[in-house]
């Protein structure tokens, strides 16, 4: 079965700074990786994802995320933190084979000060 | 862009009532998704639905929920006796293929509030 764990349900920091939101997934076969993020009162959406090419991937608005096998780990980052990116990020995985129904982490609320 | 719609925005309803989440998927999508989330915890998995039948659903998915699309177009959850637990933000969410790197497209959610 496939998990997700986020540590962290509120992570904060200054206008500027690097954002770190950290990921760690379970699953029995090589996943697939996504971070979505969600803006207030809008839907989930895809800031980027990992399908098995590269293992550095990026997204929108300056994210990336590293796959590390060794430590189960899809660390999503920002070098430097804009007020437009406080929201809530998710963490997500799916399976290559039977089930592709994502299962999400509880998310991790980004609070960027000015 | 094409998006999800749910409505209603929030919804609060005294315990034991029936409810009924709508959502409107993108025109060509195939595939639903039931998520829900409970203040402070995962989102969960609660049932997919693809050629008018379920085609999983999750152990919190139990005979209180029920899901159709009964004009084409509109995709609802239905909880016949509303719980005080079942107060949550639910996520309709839709895809247009079946596969493991697909790219879920969410709606806003819709928060329900049980007294």
């Known amino acids: 079965a496939q998990s997700v764990t986020q540590l962290g349900s509120h992570v904060s920091v200054s206008e500027g700074a690097l954002v770190l939101l950290r990921c760690n997934y379970s699953?029995?076969?090589?996943?697939?990786l996504f971070w979505y993020v969600q803006y207030p009162n809008q839907g989930l959406q895809l800031l980027l994802k990992?399908?098995?090419?590269?293992?550095l991937v990026k997204g929108i608005n300056g994210f990336e995320a590293e796959f590390k096998k060794s430590e189960t780990s899809f660390h999503l980052t920002k070098p430097s933190a804009h007020m437009s990116d406080a929201a809530e990020y998710f963490c997500?995985?799916?399976?290559?084979?039977?089930?592709?129904?994502?299962?999400f982490g509880r998310g991790t609320s980004l609070i960027v000060h000015p | 862009e094409p998006e999800v719609t749910q409505t209603p925005s929030h919804q609060v309803t005294q315990m034991g009532q029936e409810v009924i989440l709508h959502c409107v998927p993108i025109s060509n999508h195939l595939y639903f998704y039931w998520y829900r989330q409970i203040l402070g915890q995962k989102v969960e998995f609660l049932v997919s639905f693809y050629n008018n039948e379920i085609s999983e659903k999750s152990e919190i998915f139990d005979d209180q929920f029920s899901v159709e699309r009964p004009d084409g177009s509109n995709f609802t959850l239905k909880i016949r006796s509303t719980k005080l637990e079942d107060s949550a933000m639910y996520f309709c969410?839709?895809?247009?293929?079946?596969?493991?790197?697909?790219?879920?497209?969410f709606g806003a959610g819709s928060r329900l509030t049980v007294l």
């Open positions: 699953s029995s076969v090589p996943p697939y």
């Open positions: 997500a995985v799916s399976d290559r084979g039977g089930s592709y129904i994502p299962t």
């Open positions: 969410a839709t895809t247009g293929q079946s596969s493991g790197a697909n790219v879920l497209t």
């Open positions: 990992y399908t098995s090419a590269a293992t």
